[in-house]
């Protein structure tokens, strides 16, 4: 993980009010940039010892030895001894509270920067730089800042061609709406990114950047499969909630576009529409969908077919999941099942 010198906003910040800002201690602490584990850095609270009688004065309830060059008196000392035993203890917590981010940001599954109010990055790792094809060069002088990164990503074209001033000004414009974001990034090497960003109490904001090139490419093998399947398929998590389908499935069903807008649907709520068109014939509605409710069994198989009221069959096949949930296919098998019938009536001429 890298730092820079000026504290990361949010989660260090944080534990620095809370571990010296804290009410009876001393206040105003100027921050310092001291070495941890490798090439990572903390930051840790150093007390000006010249002024820690003024310092003192003003935060512990005007003391009478407020004057800075007095000869120290046995009680001076003793309170001095006490804060210099509060200010080591409370330095070793915050050097291991500083040694677990370390841990955290090094061993994130991804690329992760911090940046402050003022946009300027406060923390990354190498995973980031690695990610975005970051040089060391762009790091030489110390963090780069939000504009500095526009820049090169506009200059190398990783958004596409244009003024790259223009490109720069719409992206800063974007960052300080300061809104949460998440989307996918395809750069121009076909890595794709699913980037989060996340605003940050006081100013800033934490982003991190996921490598889904593996999951996109099996998500369009897998979208490539549904829209080729000979039938309608769906599939539903262990809490009955739609996670996918395919558009063959609404035309067998007769779904309407509605009922997929924004999100998928529940199976109760499909059963309910179901009920309420007559599609399991007459009865109350509610006591259909407990019903249909009720034989849902997520850990069995099952086949079996199901007319339509408009004479359409299908034949439905359902097959569990590990983990909770199950697949269903339906294949619309109308055409055999009258050749069926029509042998039959035949046969008995």
């Known amino acids: 993980m890298q730092h820079d010198a000026a504290p990361p906003a949010g989660l260090i ?3 620095l009010i809370l ?10 602490v100027k921050l310092q940039r001291r070495p941890l584990r490798g090439n990572a850095a903390v930051i840790i609270p150093m007390f000006n010892t010249c002024n820690v009688g003024a310092l003192m004065a003003r935060n512990h309830n005007n003391l009478a030895f407020a004057a800075q060059n007095a000869p120290a008196t ?4 003793k309170a ?3 804060l210099s035993r509060i200010n080591s203890q409370s330095t070793n917590q915050l050097l291991d509270q500083m040694g677990w981010l370390d841990v955290l940001v090094d061993n994130f599954p991804g690329g992760i920067a911090l940046f402050d109010r003022d946009l ?9 730089k690695h990610l975005l094809d970051y040089p060391d060069a762009l790091f030489a002088h110390g963090m780069p800042n939000m504009e500095d990164l526009f820049r090169f990503n506009a200059a190398r074209e ?16 974007l960052v300080r709406q300061r809104q949460p974001h998440r989307y996918q990034r395809t750069r121009q090497n076909g890595t794709v990114l699913e980037v989060r960003g996340a605003p940050v109490d006081g100013g800033g904001f934490v982003t991190t950047y996921l490598d889904v090139t593996d999951q996109q490419r099996r998500l369009t093998h897998l979208e490539v499969l549904l829209d080729n399947f000979p039938g309608g398929i769906s599939v539903f998590d262990r809490h009955l909630q739609m996670v996918l389908c395919n558009d063959e499935l609404k035309r067998l069903l007769d779904y309407p576009e509605e009922m997929f807008a924004g999100r998928l649907p529940t199976m109760e709520e499909l059963f309910r529409f179901n009920a309420e068109r007559g599609e399991y014939g007459a009865g109350d509605v509610e006591t ?21 009221p408009d ?3 299908l034949e439905v096949r359902g097959v569990p999941l590990e983990g909770g949930g199950f697949v269903t296919t339906y294949l619309d098998v109308t055409d055999q099942r009258q050749r069926v019938r029509r042998h039959k009536s035949a046969a008995l001429k």
Do not use: F, W
């Open 13 to 15: 910040v944080a534990i």
């Open 80 to 82: 001095l001894s006490s």
């Open 120 to 128: 300027n990055m406060v923390v990354c790792n190498d995973a980031l």
């Open 19 to 28: 571990m010296y800002r804290a009410p009876g201690q001393i206040g105003p």
């Open 74 to 77: 046995p009680s001076q000392n």
């Open 288 to 308: 259909i969908v407990a019903d249909k409710l009720a034989l849902v069994d997520l850990s069995a198989t099952h086949h079996y077919e199901r007319e339509r």
């Open 158 to 173: 990783e958004h596409g061609p244009g003024d790259i001033d223009e490109k720069v000004a719409a992206k800063l414009a």
């Open 311 to 313: 004479g359409t069959v």
